[in-house]
């Protein structure tokens, strides 16, 4: 496999290539399409064309509703379907309405299960092409888990035990702890809003009525709020927590587009500003201090930080030919103030108040597309980013969960260079028949990691047939090869990593990968589809490590429309995913090995009937059922399996919507879910089941929960 | 949802007086009718003498495309012979071909597109020519509608299953354990993906995997003290965004995955066996110490423990 390097000089060689591949074709490419622009109007008498039959509506349209629900939120992971983990009686309101005037100025409001913590809304209003402001709002809820327990309650910067609280050596050993168990609830609410707009115009009024420009500004503000799973320790005493999460996230969107006949440009900036309301978590431990008086433990939060970007771009091209080029730059930036090295007594003096830290991206990319002839289109893309990390590298000292003097240490700077190219090329046999062939070289240059350099070169095959109208198929293969600069592992680390280590993201690799589709289309309303995957991954030069990982998947679906009104859809997935990996006890070369066999499946199926009783009735069911398993095992001269992971999932949602009146109609929506899971990481062990790991104790989920909904709807 | 699949496909497969000719020929037909220009005397209202019985075609006057009032609409331009070329003799007999939308017209999806293309050439698009879809011949009519009054993919409930007719894969890992809220469309394709194409790998929305999960994900961005390198490198590292059969989204399980990049002189290179209950395999696993697996802040977070 080709491995001529990108960097320079032989960089200059692939991008004088590239000019000479766009260059070489330019005066040759075919023309294509029906483009507006290039129509012939020679001939046309437009006074005649009055459009009397046009019936462009003005006025309302559109629907209202109201959505009174009953909610099971006993296990608030069925919310993540509903968008909501209340538990009871819940209420939503929806809109699907627009204002026309006969001018052109439309208004446009859209609510989905606003009400619901999942809820959104958009209120649109302008000339579409011409102006528009819109204002929206977004409702995002992550459901993990409200059942578990921990004796920790949280109050702004701190995890807090009870005050009686009597440590232990080991958490069977914590007398308060039965006692002192209060509900955590796992979840993250996102709350958006966003204000924005545009306006686009022809460049001169007077001259070419093909340039325009369009002008955009928009602005979002999200706030997040609710607590995740963490951990924390203090030497090897571990409590999870449910850290509190209160931060907010700004960002502003800029953009000015010209195009005209053939080209486009542009420029467009963003700002993004993150904000968190907690400063750090410092939490009490439950455990009497192994040595010295640790009680206490501290963890730094996600800090303060901004970002800004600015890139310009361009297209342009004629012919059936089109060159686009981009630049861009970013910077990341975070002067958060830090937080002691340890509050288990006098800190020592840290070298600096903040990080001060800024990461530049700069990125270019060049990409040519042309058809050469009717048939042959080529295509050639070359793409530089280089990530600069340009913060200072300064020693901090080193106090190991609030209790351990290690000295100092610098932070790294993980500096990344890549550059991309990629060549391809399509060729149509036949209006029913291609072929598409490319070669792509993706090479990175790292700093302060075990390798310099990691290269991946890959070249793929298509073949893309209908056999008939009815039936085609495509089949895809591609080969990648990943090597690079030699092994040679960071010294940096806290302790030396084995030699015999290949890190699965640098490690050498060859990939390949397979793809089957096809799909069949019958003129009495049946279509069918399938496809074949597979992507093998051998890590060959890996001895310990991920080694290997195989991946085969298939699916099949079909639906049939038996007529207007009555449809019939069904659907089968599944997929293997094994992975091996190596180890070693003895810092040598592998003594244990460890397999893991993943298997997933989903199985769906479902019917909708429209306008049954002259009209009035509309009736449909979805049923999914899921079933994701996982098998571990580690060898180490006996078999060790390990045990039950899994999710199993059955889907139930049904609706029946009735229209009572011309105007008037009632929808009943039964949503379903039956849910399992267990996983071998805490699946029957309590708070208190390993001595040094104050736990949530047993995480699965396995619930039946039911939404009934009635939603009155008013069409205008 | 079911009906809009259905819909587009049965569109899609409309028959039409020219469909016992070549493709090639009903192309060339169209070529030579394109470049002659022979529109017709009186416009929409030529076209509509027949075709006004139809709901489909009069349901463009609900959109904005059939808004002659709509600067930018086809209906204030060349009318219905806009989009579908000029008339010719199409109106002696309804046997001459017109230019036809979706995936089973005889058009082929790059000369529809450039119909769509011609006005929709926004910085949305700039990336169209040669991007995923264009290169698989995918038409615009595939997904979109517009003889309708909303097009049905703008409803968040269609999208995805719109994309997941071709995206089978990324079907099945929404419907895992752990995934983006796509299942129950909380999220959408869109919001990671510019299905009109990008300048990133995977038509990403922005210019870099790690950038786009920041987009959502700004916590994560820092720069942090102490960073882990390969989340630096690529979120993908450890994490399939569409989904797993793992918790989190993760290629792997902790401690293996953890594993495939740690196996220092000490507890990181043990093998830990099934049938035990401890720290490395129990709770959170590796991360009972080193929680901080995104980076840390703490000057004294290098083990990414604080």
Redesign the interface.
């Known amino acids: 496999m080709p491995t001529a390097k990108l960097s320079h000089p032989s960089a200059c060689f692939s991008l004088t290539l590239l000019a000479w591949v766009i260059s070489g074709v330019l005066s040759q490419a075919h023309a ?15 006074e ?10 003005s006025g309302h ?1 559109g629907d209202v509703s109201a959505t009174l629900a009953y909610n099971d939120g006993e296990d608030s992971r069925f919310g ?2 509903t ?1 909501t983990d209340n538990d009871g009686f819940v209420g939503a309101v929806g809109a ?1 309405m ?1 204002y ?1 005037t ?3 100025y ?1 208004t446009q409001l859209i609510a ?1 299960k606003l009400g619901f913590d ?1 809820g959104s809304a958009k209120l649109t209003t302008g ?4 102006y528009q402001i819109n204002l929206g709002y977004r409702g ?3 459901y993990n888990h409200n059942q578990l327990k921990s004796p920790y309650t949280s109050s702004q910067d701190k995890m807090l035990l009870p005050d009686n609280w009597i440590t232990g050596g080991t958490t069977q050993s914590m007398p308060m702890l039965q006692s002192s168990l209060v509900g955590q609830d796992l979840s993250i609410q996102r709350d958006r809003f966003m204000i924005g707009g545009y306006y ?1 115009g022809k460049i001169s009024p007077e001259g070419d009525n093909n340039s325009h420009y ?1 002008a955009s500004l928009n602005y979002q503000h999200e706030d997040r709020s609710g607590a995740k ?5 203090i030497l ?1 005493n ?1 409590v ?1 927590l449910a850290q509190p999460i209160d ?1 907010s ?1 700004d960002e502003i969107d800029a ?1 000015v ?1 010209f ?1 005209g006949t053939g080209w ?1 440009a ?1 420029i ?1 900036s963003q700002v ?1 500003q ?1 904000k ?1 309301d907690h400063q750090a978590m410092q939490w009490q431990s439950a455990y009497t201090p192994t040595f010295g008086a640790a009680y206490l ?7 303060d ?1 901004k ?1 800004y970007r600015v890139a310009a ?1 361009a ?1 342009g ?1 004629a012919n059936g030919q ?1 060159v ?1 080029m ?1 630049a ?1 730059f ?1 910077r ?3 002067d ?1 103030t ?5 509050i288990n007594g006098p800190s020592p003096v ?1 070298p600096a108040d903040t ?1 001060d ?3 530049d ?1 700069i ?1 270019m ?1 060049l ?1 040519y ?1 042309g058809r050469i002839t009717q048939d042959l289109s080529v ?1 050639a ?1 070359y ?1 530089y ?1 280089d990530r600069d ?1 340009k ?1 200072a590298k300064l020693d ?7 209790s351990i003097n290690q000295g100092s ?1 610098q ?2 700077l ?1 500096d ?1 260079r890549t550059k991309k190219l990629e060549l ?1 090329g ?1 060729y149509r046999f ?3 028949a ?1 072929a ?1 062939a490319g070669y792509s070289r993706n090479e990175n240059d ?1 700093t ?2 075990d390798r310099q350099s990691v290269d991946e070169s890959g070249v793929f095959a298509k073949l ?1 047939y209908r056999y008939s ?1 009815a039936w085609s198929a495509w089949l895809k293969g591609e080969a990648l090869e990943r090597d690079g600069s030699e092994y040679d592992p960071v010294t940096t ?6 030699p ?2 290949r ?3 640098l490690a050498d690799r060859k990939r390949q990968k397979v793809t089957l589709h096809t799909d069949y ?1 019958t ?1 009495i ?1 049946l ?1 069918l ?1 399938a ?1 074949l ?1 597979s992507v093998d991954d051998d890590f060959h030069h890996t001895q ?3 080694t290997q990982v195989s991946y085969l ?1 298939y ?1 099949v ?1 079909a ?1 049939y ?1 038996l007529s207007d009104d009555l ?1 019939f ?1 069904a ?1 089968v ?3 293997w ?1 094994d ?1 091996d ?1 190596a ?3 003895h ?1 040598s070369t592998p ?2 090995y ?1 397999t ?1 066999e ?3 499946t ?1 199985i769906g199926a ?3 009937y ?1 306008n049954l009783f002259d009209n009035h009735l509309d009736i ?1 069911l ?1 049923y ?1 059922y ?1 079933d ?3 098998d ?3 060898v ?1 001269g ?1 078999t ?4 039950d ?1 899994y ?1 199993r ?1 059955h889907n139930i949602n049904a609706y029946a919507k009735y229209k009572f009146a011309d105007s008037m109609s009632l929808r009943v929506d039964w949503l379903f879910e039956k849910y399992q ?1 267990a ?4 699946q029957g ?1 309590n708070w208190d ?2 001595p ?2 104050l ?1 949530f104790g047993d995480m699965s989920h396995d619930y039946n929960a039911h939404y009934l909904g009635l939603t009155l709807s008013y069409q205008m | 949802m079911l009906c809009v699949l259905l819909s587009i496909v049965s569109i899609s497969v409309s028959a039409t007086p020219w469909d016992d000719k070549k493709p090639e020929d009903v192309v060339a037909t169209l070529d030579k009718k394109f470049a002659e220009g022979k529109y017709s005397a009186k416009g929409a209202d030529t076209c509509l003498m027949c075709h006004k019985k139809s709901a489909v075609v009069m349901a463009i006057f609900d959109g904005v495309h059939g808004n002659p009032n709509v600067k930018a609409s086809p209906m204030a331009d060349l009318q219905c012979e806009a989009c579908h070329g000029p008339l010719g003799n199409h109106n002696k007999g309804g046997k001459e071909p017109m230019i036809t939308f979706g995936a089973n017209s005889p058009v082929p999806a790059q000369k529809q597109n450039s119909v769509c293309m011609s006005c929709h050439n926004d910085s949305q698009r700039i990336a169209w020519k040669g991007n995923h879809h264009d290169n698989a011949d995918v038409a615009c009519a595939s997904c979109h509608q517009v003889h309708v009054a909303k097009d049905p993919i703008s409803d968040k409930a269609n999208e995805v299953a719109i994309c997941t007719q071709c995206h089978t894969q990324q079907k099945a890992d929404m419907h895992k354990r752990s995934a983006h809220p796509l299942q129950w469309q909380q999220m959408v394709c869109s919001d990671c993906h510019n299905p009109h194409g990008s300048l990133n790998d995977s038509s990403l929305k922005q210019m870099s995997v790690n950038e786009n999960c920041y987009s959502c994900h700004a916590e994560k961005r820092g720069p942090k003290l102490w960073e882990h390198a390969p989340v630096t490198d690529n979120c993908a590292n450890c994490h399939n965004p569409h989904g797993s059969v793992n918790d989190a989204m993760l290629i792997s399980k902790p401690p293996q995955l953890c594993q495939q990049c740690h196996a220092s002189d000490g507890h990181s290179s043990n093998a830990y066996f099934g049938n035990q209950t401890n720290a490395f395999t129990s709770g959170n696993s590796c991360m009972n110490c080193h929680g901080q697996v995104h980076g840390s802040n703490h000057p004294s977070g290098k083990l990414l423990q604080r």
């Open positions: 294509e399409g029906y483009e507006l622009q290039q129509a012939n109007r020679s001939g046309i008498k437009t005649a064309w009055s459009c009397k039959q046009c019936q462009s509506k349209s993540n379907r968008g699907d627009v026309k006969q001018s052109g439309q989905d999942a000339r579409p092409g011409n995002l809820a992550n686009a369009k799973k963490t951990s924390a320790n090897t571990s999870m931060d996230t953009r587009y195009n486009q542009g467009n993004s993150y968190n433990g501290q963890n730094a939060v996600d800090p930080s970002a771009e297209s091209g089109n686009l981009h861009g970013s990341m930036t975070q958060d830090f937080i002691p090295a340890t840290l990080l830290g800024q990461v991206i990125e990319i990409k597309s295509q893309s793409n980013q990390n913060t901090f000292p080193q106090i190991i969960t609030d240490a932070n790294s993980y990344k391809k399509k036949t209006s029913a291609y598409e790292y302060e990691l893309s109208p680390t806290q302790s030396q990593s084995n015999w280590l890190k699965s993201y289309q003129d309303g279509s589809g496809s995957h310990v490590g991920l998947g699916d679906s639906q429309a449809h859809s659907f997935n599944q997929d995913r992975s990996q180890g070693s006890n810092f003594d244990w460890s893991a993943e298997k997933s989903l479902g019917f909708s429209q449909g979805d999914s899921s994701g398993q996982s571990t095992e580690v180490y006996i060790s399996p390990y045990g992971f999710a999932k899971d996983n071998w990481q805490n062990t089941t390993l040094n790991v736990s």
